[in-house]
């Protein structure tokens, strides 16, 4: 018998700063509207100057952990984006910051904004070799473009993790997945760039045509249909792109939905990535945990889809299945309270924030003390970085 394995706890991280994307609009002297309502984003999280995406991983882990324990986490995978490191883990440092024990294997996946749902299913086929074994999948990354570019209003940054598990509380990880990748360059970072560079309107074309591919891959090996999804989070670089990514599987399943009824069915998934911004690897599964929070009926046995992209391109499409009693596991206070304790940036302030540069020199290099996070980046010395506990 295979056991039911999928998502036990799911917890999310975020910066300590944010801001207003009204504020941006000013500044560039840009109707504001064109956030809000054509991308869809009312406030993006920045970090400060003592957090990267160690300090928010370690954060959304340490919250598993504290509730769930250690026993049988025999595995750790870091998704990412926005690596610190060409070749050390950056799970090895939130394995000693959480105080996991040695008896756990921990390793780095990059494919974009996709890796978390590859880690995802890589716990999936550890588990079903052995059920007594439990995986912390953590993804966690920051968006960064130039200052001025088109991409500046879809930046973001955030963390989450999750338990992977046999008899998970949340969330069963169900047969077939459906997968499609394409070599395209429509968004990538060489390792020379601290930001990102994009093809804006080739990302859309090649994120829905990914998903498109991953959809036909899922149908034709005997996946649901649409109408038997109640709701479907999909991969959010900005909420729109959801809802364009909604209308084109509806589409080539032969509906032909208004932009209302897309809207309304994707709410939900929406509310957590419109003021936290794009969190890459994450974004998916922020969005599961904002349907989760936020839907107001009663999910159990309803079926969700998941809809990950990484550019580059991989995508995938796969079902799970909502378990009895989920909303006792819920985050909802301890997300709301993170979301909403975010410091609020003016637009020169996060100018010199996006404008600050570690030394390249490996000389002694102190952060600000800035963050009121559990865990923060205290800087740099030997060409090494050094972390530490706040709280
Ligand atoms: N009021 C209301 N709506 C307005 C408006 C106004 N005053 N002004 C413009 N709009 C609408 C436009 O009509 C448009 O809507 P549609 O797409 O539905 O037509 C929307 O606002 C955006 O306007 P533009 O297309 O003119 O915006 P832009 O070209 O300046 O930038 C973008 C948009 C290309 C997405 C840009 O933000 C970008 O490059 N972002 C980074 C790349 C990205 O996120 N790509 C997504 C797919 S790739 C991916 O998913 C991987 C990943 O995470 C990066």
């Known amino acids: 018998v295979v056991p039911r394995i999928g998502i036990h706890d799911l917890a999310l991280a975020t910066s300590h700063y944010a801001l207003p994307l009204t504020a941006l609009a000013d500044h560039h002297g840009i109707d504001p509207a064109k956030f809000t309502v054509g991308i869809g984003q009312d406030v993006m999280s920045v970090l400060g100057p003592d957090e990267d995406i160690v300090t928010m991983a370690a954060e959304a882990t340490s919250r598993i952990i504290e509730r769930n324990g250690t026993d049988g986490i025999r ?16 799970g090895v440092y939130v394995h000693q910051l959480v105080g996991l ?8 996946l990059k494919q974009a ?24 999948v953590v993804a966690s990354d920051v968006a960064r473009y130039d200052l001025g570019s088109s991409g500046e209003s879809t930046q973001g940054a955030a963390a989450a993790a999750m338990l992977v598990q046999a008899d998970p509380a949340l969330l069963t990880v ?7 990748t394409e070599d395209v360059m429509d968004f990538w970072r060489p390792n020379y760039r601290s930001t990102a560079l ?26 649901a249909s649409l109408e038997d999804f109640a709701a479907i989070c999909y991969h959010q670089p900005f909420t729109k792109m959801a809802s364009k990514a909604h209308r084109h599987l509806a589409v080539l399943s032969g509906a032909n939905p208004t932009p209302d009824e897309v809207a309304a ?10 003021v936290i911004g794009n969190s890459y690897t994450a974004s998916v599964y922020v969005a599961l945990a904002s349907l989760l929070d936020h839907h107001e009926g009663d999910l159990t046995g309803a079926r969700v889809g998941l809809a990950s992209y990484g550019s580059g391109s991989v995508a995938e499409f796969f079902g799970g299945v909502v378990q009895p009693g989920y909303r006792e596991h819920l985050r909802v206070a301890e ?17 010199v924030l996006h404008k600050t540069t570690l030394p390249e020199d490996g000389r002694e290099y102190l952060t600000a003390r800035e963050t009121a996070r559990p865990y923060r980046f205290a800087g740099l010395g030997d060409h090494q970085r050094r972390y530490e506990r706040t709280l």
């Open 75 to 90: 595995t750790l995978l870091f998704a990412t984006e926005s690596g610190i490191d060409q070749s050390k883990s950056a």
């Open 174 to 180: 169900e047969n077939p997945a459906g997968v499609f």
């Open 113 to 136: 904004c996709y890796s978390a749902t590859a880690a995802l299913q890589f716990a999936v086929g550890l588990i079903a070799r052995d059920p007594s074994q439990k995986v912390l």
């Open 335 to 351: 997300h709301t309270a993170m979301i909403d304790s975010r410091v609020m940036l003016d637009h020169t302030a996060y100018e």
């Open 101 to 108: 024990p040695q008896q756990v294997r921990v390793v780095e």
């Open 265 to 274: 069915y994707l709410a939900d998934t929406m509310r957590y990535n419109r």
């Open 198 to 223: 994009v093809d804006g309107k080739g990302s859309i074309r090649a994120y829905l045509n990914a998903i498109g591919g991953a959809w036909e891959d899922y149908r034709a090996q005997g996946g």
